[in-house]
């Protein structure tokens, strides 16, 4: 089989990098974004400002504190940097369908082909790091070779703004000369049991044979015969779209108080309005979601041909499917939700609505 072409993009200090990104003062300061260290808070992530203080992730708030002592801490925004993450996603999606995000910040690319027929993943990641910059407005590191794991070691290799490429005749060198813990799958305990076996690097590794290794460390041990050879069979897996977006919850106590109810499912509908608009998606479908006091679960849906496309006529659905469809006069209710599902991209859904005549600019 020919080599595959994979890219690692890791984006750099990536929580930290947004606060500073949208507000300038943070710039070029020890910005370190963290919980509540009288809570026992750890730090999530910190600038590379903060890092030569010594400050690194999971490290207690205190401790930062302690090093620190000038550092800007702040709480994370979390649906913030995951609206971020789905824009970095985006734009990766640009070069191929085979992105799999592999963290909040983090994702894997196949451009063995990809959609603008460029033979180098080289320049597609360089163009890749352009791209993130100009419109995102931040920096990321990038790591080029012919498998997963070799793609991610090379992506950390020069942070923040690298770029590392480790070609198939490379490997080998660049393998036996790896630290253990460097590994796929190696943490600390394991690093312990090499180094206790004389093993600190991707050339003692090799010595070990896959019998050995099976039997020392169970399943997972022949996983490192093959790594150390340059040799990842895993191969890199899209995302799935998603089919529906949807909320649900539990309530404080089981109501059948329809105002209440109507209210609870006014927020729900607002929060999925929400993420359809991030994600730009509209949806055929609207499912109202009940759980009876007797936790029997219910389900009522509403489909239409065309999309739903103005967000009041979702409200007046669901309210209707739980006005007329759902009655227990002897019940109340103990969870409600809202899903609105048979999804489909925005920009796809106004233009067959365009054509079909349907929808005029007014
Ligand atoms: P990382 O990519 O590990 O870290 P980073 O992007 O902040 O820095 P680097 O330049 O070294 O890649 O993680 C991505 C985000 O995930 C990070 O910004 C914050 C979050 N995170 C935590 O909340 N806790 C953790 O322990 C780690 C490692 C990350
Ligand atoms: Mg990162």
């Known amino acids: ?14 929580f930290a990098s947004i606060e500073q990104r949208d507000n300038p003062q ?18 999530s992530t910190c600038s590379y400002e903060a890092r030569r203080f010594g400050v690194h992730s999971a490290m207690p708030t205190y401790r930062a504190k302690q090093l620190c002592p000038n550092g800007i801490f702040l709480p994370s925004r979390m649906d913030h940097y995951r609206r971020v993450s789905r824009e970095m996603l985006q734009i990766l999606q640009e070069v191929t369908d085979r992105v799999e995000p592999f ?3 983090e994702a894997y690319l196949d ?52 770029l590392t490429v480790i070609r198939p005749e490379e490997a080998a060198t660049f393998l ?41 460390f169970g399943k997972i041990g022949k996983n490192y015969y093959y790594l150390v050879r340059g040799e990842d069979p895993r191969v890199v897996t899209p995302q799935r779209k998603r089919k529906s977006i949807g909320r649900e919850v ?3 106590s089981d109501s059948d108080d329809f105002g209440q109810l109507e209210r609870i499912l006014d927020q729900l509908i607002a929060d999925v309005l929400r993420t359809m608009a991030e994600e730009r998606v509209l949806g055929h479908t609207v499912t109202l979601i009940i ?15 065309a999309p739903f496309f103005d967000p009041s006529e979702i ?39 365009m054509v079909q005549g349907e929808f005029n600019f007014g």
């Open 111 to 162: 451009v063995t082909e990809n959609k603008i027929n460029c033979s180098s993943a080289t320049i597609i990641a360089k163009e890749l790091q352009r791209t993130i910059s100009r419109r995102l407005g931040l920096t990321a590191s990038a790591g080029v070779s012919y498998n997963l794991f070799l793609a991610k070691i090379a992506s950390g290799l020069k942070k923040p703004a690298g």
């Open 291 to 305: 759980r009876l006091d007797t936790f029997q679960r219910i389900t009522r849906s509403f489909t239409k041909a």
């Open 103 to 105: 963290s909040i910040d």
């Open 176 to 216: 036996d000369r790896l630290p253990i813990e460097k590994f796929y799958g190696i943490g600390k305990v394991t690093a312990k049991k090499f180094a206790d076996l004389q093993i600190f690097r991707g050339a003692d590794l090799k010595k070990l044979s896959l019998s050995e290794l099976s039997s020392r």
């Open 250 to 252: 539990t309530l404080l």
């Open 26 to 43: 943070l710039r070029g300061k020890p910005v370190i974004i963290a919980g509540d260290p009288s809570k026992r808070g750890v730090v």
């Open 315 to 353: 409200y007046r659905t669901a309210k209707n499917l739980l006005q007329q469809r759902i009655n227990f006069p002897n019940h109340r209710l103990r969870l409600i939700g809202i899903s609105i599902g048979k999804l489909i991209e925005k920009e796809r859904a106004l233009s067959s609505l």
């Open 1 to 14: 089989m020919a080599l595959r072409k994979i890219i690692h993009i890791d984006m750099d200090a990536f």
